[in-house]
């Protein structure tokens, strides 16, 4: 199974709502990350887990809150948000010795 | 960490081979070349990935000069399905976490009929 599983697929929010989104993979790989990706942009690195700690944050808006739960799953907690955080949200993982797998994203409009 | 630049687009025919550049002056000793290939509202896709030389797989080739400051993804015989965008990355991919993955702007190829 090489696959990075994201869900929902797509999601809409108002500025007041908390929702989370949620990433899966099962290919034992020790760092995950989550990205952000506005149209006609790069993906921007947010926060990278590591053995399921946070190693790094981008500086990243505290209405963006990331989990690692166990060493295949990984959240983000969305509240407060504005509009200009719509986006896709992409997930990945990686190994050492790997490329990075990423998941198809999760497309989020906030109403 | 080394800043990739490429260019923003290139445009082609079905059948011809593609060739997009990457340029990395302060790529460091550690550090691999990877593309990844993107389209529309998914996730990037690994192609290929190097550190000196040529590598080839199925679907791509690419060429790295002995200094490593530049690479070039050659793509043999696209396709309208080969309509994509595709990063070039450097890092090291043995870091683990530390390898933030940071993606350029990365090359709008265009493949037309």
């Known amino acids: 199974d090489t696959e990075v599983t994201q869900t929902p697929k797509h999601l809409v929010m108002g500025m007041t709502n908390k929702k989370s989104l949620k990433c899966e993979q099962h290919m034992g790989h020790r760092a995950m990350y989550w990205y952000k990706q506005k149209a006609k942009k790069p993906p921007e690195l947010m926060f990278v887990?590591?053995?399921?700690?946070?190693?790094i944050n981008e500086s990243v808006p505290s209405r963006f809150s990331p989990e690692c739960p166990n060493s295949s799953l990984l959240n983000l907690h969305l509240h407060a948000l504005q509009p200009e955080d719509s986006a896709l949200y992409l997930c990945?993982?990686?190994?050492?010795?790997?490329?990075?797998?990423f998941g198809q994203g999760t497309r989020l409009t906030v109403v | 960490l080394a800043k990739t630049t490429q260019p923003i687009s290139m445009d082609s025919y079905e059948g011809q081979e593609v060739n997009i550049t990457c340029s990395h002056n302060n790529i460091a000793t550690n550090d691999y070349i990877t593309w990844y290939q993107q389209f529309p509202s998914q996730g990037p896709r690994f192609i290929i990935q190097?550190?000196?030389t040529k590598v080839t797989n199925e679907v791509a080739s690419l060429f790295i000069p002995a200094d490593r400051k530049s690479s070039t993804l050659s793509l043999p015989r696209v396709s309208l399905s080969d309509t994509a965008v595709y990063y070039c990355?450097?890092?090291?991919?043995?870091?683990?976490?530390?390898?933030?993955?940071?993606f350029g702007t990365g090359t709008l190829l265009a493949v037309q009929p």
């Open positions: 190097g550190y000196k």
């Open positions: 887990y590591s053995y399921e700690k946070l190693s």
């Open positions: 990355l450097v890092g090291d991919p043995h870091g683990g976490a530390t390898n933030k993955l940071i």
């Open positions: 990945a993982s990686k190994d050492r010795n790997t490329e990075a797998f």
